[in-house]
């Protein structure tokens, strides 16, 4: 059986968090799941465990960062090693420890292409 190609977009701004999500799975058929905050995002990935990747803003959240996000991911094995995309409106230098790539807040179509060819398992060798 082939593993269905999810990612987890964790985004305050609910417009943009279902813009994405409509995107991602309208145009390119693939699974998404959500989260409105680094906390719940947080909860959400150790109960899933699988995404190809997670789309992080780098946005101020309620009770956690992206930075504690980062840090309590780092520590658990089993999602440790799930790739970080973060958006953010600026470049963020150095790059923060734990994040794989930045891209540009107003994500494209392409953009998202590029991510989901980048990052998906079943088209590496």
Known sequence: ??????IL???????????FREMAERTFGI?????????????L???IK???FILLSSQP?????????????SR???????PVVLLSTALIKPMPAGIDQQVADLLSKEDLAALI???????KN
């Open 1 to 6: 059986m082939t593993k269905l190609f999810s």
């Open 9 to 19: 977009i964790i985004l305050s701004d609910h417009n943009q968090r279902v813009s």
């Open 31 to 43: 699974s998404v799941f959500s989260a409105g905050s680094a906390f719940q995002g947080l909860d």
């Open 45 to 47: 990935l150790k109960r």
């Open 50 to 52: 699988s995404p190809e």
């Open 61 to 73: 959240f309620p009770l956690m960062t992206y930075e504690q996000f980062l840090s309590h991911k």
């Open 76 to 82: 658990d094995p089993s999602i440790a090693g799930i």
């Open 117 to 123: 060819k980048r990052y998906n398992s079943s088209t």
